[in-house]
């Protein structure tokens, strides 16, 4: 008689196999997919520029010698003199204050280049510094990869130096070869490069090509952000004061704009029906010029953290001038002043109240889009998600005993990686309307005008939104003793 046994076992085992495939088949169904994303949504290299929430300019060159902003052009490179040039140290400071990336001036209008241009000798090379051998650029750009930061460029358009500004061909050949220069020959590591339209009123008439130059970038460094009025990547806020509208979106019609003629309302706000995702960057120097002056200090740590609430907290990201000086090295009392900015923002951010919270909300999308992912340390990726059916949308943090303690700023955080959508939301402290705001995005910081002590339950009210649904990555409550 043949044995059974194993024939019985192979079924047995067979019908085991697809009994656990059918549960696991049941598990993958429980779990939601991601809603669609609202177009434009940004790229990889936005993203990680929004990240950083905070970047470096260093304004420097003959204009930190003569004592003005803006040069005439007739300098003599003799003037650029510093003494103690020490690009470790503006490394350190950043690294310190915690900047990741930053921008050097390479040219400025005056057109002196910081480094030995091939194709100019107005340049460092006529210069005492180092007997005319230096490279300020070089020095820049290791430094900052020593420690980690990336680096980036501002090559002025407008030249009241060379002989060939205002001839169309001769200018944009001279540009463009000193555009392929600093990007061939100081690394990969060029994150961003900043144009703009800046041109004195008494400038020659000039068409710059523009397309021209932001392909040469895309060519030779494809991971560079491009800064300019209108973009491509990331547009001007539309002033020199760091503060973007109460209103901000990250989309715009790079159509309707141009680079030095775009109105600045418009680069303020954005456009809610926006085709292009060009988040708005917000510019301010530390001081009251933008180069280095013996006659100012630096901004006071109130005001910079009210300029950070107006950029970062209004959906920016902060470009904030830090000019070294006559000697090469950023001065002790910008360093001391970035050194405060940055404890500051560490004492006010660091602690998020909102954790010690239970969370509710008025419906979820299903597994993996709960409320509690508001909470967690990702930011981008995991986000809480309504059901899709019209309703209220709510989102509430309550005290899971006693009080939540005091707290002064609410932080709100959108899923942005799927498009920004946020249009109108308002803040609710134990049922009082304390916040009524509009976009989001990537981060909106509200400042309370009283703390609020003792209070059982913040609740975040999505009134209109793009799209299906509102996507909310990351709440926080927070305290800052400054304001």
Request: include cysteine; hydrophobic fraction near 35%; charge should be neutral.
């Amino acid at each position: 008689m043949v044995n059974s046994k194993p024939q019985n076992l192979f079924y047995i085992s067979t019908i085991f196999l697809v009994f656990q495939m059918n549960l696991s088949m049941q598990d993958q169904i429980k779990v939601s997919t991601p809603p669609l994303p609202i177009l434009p949504f940004p790229s990889y290299s936005q993203l990680e520029w929004q990240q950083r929430e905070m970047i470096m300019f260093l304004h420097f060159g003959v204009n930190t010698f003569t004592g003005r902003e803006w040069g005439t052009g007739k300098e003599s490179p003799s003037v650029f003199s510093p003494t103690g040039l020490n690009a470790s140290q503006w490394a350190d400071t950043a690294a310190r204050a915690g900047f990741s990336l930053m921008i050097l001036t390479a040219k400025h209008h005056d057109g002196f280049c910081l480094w030995p241009s091939e194709y100019t000798d107005h340049s460092v090379i006529g210069s005492p510094w180092k007997n005319g051998s230096g490279d300020v650029v070089r020095e820049f750009v290791d430094a900052a990869k020593a420690r980690g930061i990336d680096s980036g460029f501002y090559l002025s358009p407008w030249d009241m130096h060379d002989h060939r500004y205002g001839n169309e061909k001769l200018y944009n050949e001279y540009y463009m070869a000193q555009l392929q220069e600093l990007l061939t020959r100081y690394g990969g590591d060029i994150r961003e490069i900043w144009f703009d339209g800046a041109k004195g009123p008494n400038a020659p008439n000039m068409t710059y090509h523009f397309n021209d130059w932001f392909s040469m970038v895309k060519e030779l460094q494809s991971n560079t952000n491009i800064f300019s009025d209108a973009g491509p990547d990331v547009r001007w806020v539309g002033n020199e004061k760091g503060s973007a509208g109460r209103t901000c979106w990250s989309t715009i019609n790079s159509t309707s704009i141009s680079i030095g003629n775009s109105t600045t309302s418009y680069l303020n706000c954005g456009d809610p029906k926006g085709t292009n995702w060009v988040p708005a960057e917000c510019d301010v120097s530390i001081r009251r010029g933008w180069f280095w002056h013996k006659s100012e200090s630096p901004k006071n740590l109130i005001k910079l953290l009210s300029i950070y609430y107006t950029s970062v907290g209004r959906n920016c990201l902060l470009l904030l001038n830090v000019p070294p000086n006559s000697t090469g090295l950023i001065s002790e009392s910008d360093v001391q002043t970035l050194l405060q900015f940055r404890s500051a923002i560490d004492t006010i951010f660091t602690t998020n109240l909102g954790r010690e919270c239970s969370v509710e909300a008025s419906s979820q999308r299903g597994g993996g889009f709960g409320p509690m992912n508001v909470l967690d340390e990702d930011h981008l990726w995991t986000y809480w998600a309504p059901t899709e059916e019209k309703q209220e949308y709510w989102i509430e943090l309550k005290a899971k005993s006693g009080k939540i303690n005091a707290f002064n700023v609410v932080r709100i955080q959108e899923a942005i990686g799927l498009g920004q959508r946020i249009q109108e939301h308002e803040v609710y402290v134990d049922g009082i309307l304390v916040v009524r705001g509009s976009t989001v995005g990537y981060k909106r910081l509200h400042r309370l005008e009283i703390a609020s002590v003792g209070a059982n339950r913040v609740r975040i009210k999505i009134v209109r939104a793009k799209g299906i649904v509102p996507l909310i990555s990351s709440i926080g409550l927070h305290f800052d003793p400054y304001y």
